[in-house]
């Protein structure tokens, strides 16, 4: 027992040394484990960190891609509204100065619509002027040739008779007489006091002879009347001649007195200021 005890020490005291030299080994080992594991774990915390910041990296990126697509388009529209806003107040611009235009044009329109109505205001202010003038006019005229021979006022104008009372012409004949000259220069010098005047002087015969002879015949009478009033004075240009044979007789009947009165000229006096509003 003794024996077993004391080799039980021995054999402690033998591997004391040993044991003590492994000691530190173990430590070193022990700790360069820990050392391992720490920086094991450590990279892995580490790669976990790095991943974790990739992705916010990435998240970032696309998020900055994504604000910079926005800022393009919101660049875009700026531009686009800008340019819109440019021609929108060229437009407005134009329209503007259209509607001035345009106005001036309407006030214009009206200048020259009231002038217009006050010109034609005065235009037949003035015409109704002249027309009374002119009517005053023919009564006179009417009143002073029919103190010399049968006158009449129709639509037209004034009709002057000449016929067998007044203006005697013998049977078949054209020729003036004596006294036929004097009464024509008495019409003469009424007329010529007168002024706007258009005379036509028109022959006239009985029913006797043909149609042909009788329109020859009238034109002769109305041309030898016509000249006598030139030679009186009345310019030619007023003057104008037209037979008409037996067509238009004065009475009716082949009497000697209804005849007579058939063998005429009218002289029809025409104002041309009533007649066609000169």
């Given amino acids: 027992m003794a024996e077993m005890t004391s080799l039980s020490l021995q054999s402690d005291d033998a591997s004391g040394p040993a044991r003590g030299s492994r000691r530190p080994l173990v430590v070193l080992v022990t700790l360069l484990i820990l050392s391992v594991a720490g920086m094991g774990l450590l990279s892995y915390q580490i790669l976990q960190r790095t991943r974790a910041l990739e992705r916010q990296l990435a998240t970032l990126s696309g998020k900055a891609d994504a604000s910079t697509s926005f800022a393009r388009q919101a660049m875009e529209r700026a531009v686009a509204a800008e340019a819109a806003t440019r021609v929108a107040a060229e437009g407005r611009h134009v329209a503007e100065t259209q509607a001035a235009d345009a106005r001036q ?111 020859t015949l009238s034109e002769r009478r109305a041309e030898a009347v016509r000249d006598y009033l030139v030679k009186s004075g009345l310019p030619a240009e007023i003057l104008s001649v037209e037979g008409h044979g037996k067509a238009l007789p004065l009475v009716r009947g082949s009497s000697e007195a209804a005849r007579a009165r058939n063998r005429r000229v009218e002289l029809g006096i025409v104002n041309i200021q009533i007649r066609y509003g000169r």
């Fill in 105 to 215: 044009q309407a006030d214009a329109a009206r200048q020259e619509a009231t002038t217009a109505a006050e010109a034609a205001a005065r235009a037949q202010a003035e015409a109704e002027r002249i027309r009374k003038k002119a009517e005053a006019e023919v009564s006179r005229l009417e009143t002073a040739l029919g103190q010399i021979a049968e006158t009449r006022r129709t639509a037209l104008g004034l009709v002057m008779n000449l016929g067998s009372d007044y203006l005697k012409f013998e049977f078949d004949k054209a020729e003036l007489r004596p006294e036929d000259r004097e009464l024509l220069s008495r019409v003469a010098g009424i007329l010529m006091t007168s002024h706007d005047y258009m005379i036509s002087v028109n022959g006239h015969t009985d029913d006797i002879g043909s149609d042909a002879y009788n329109q």
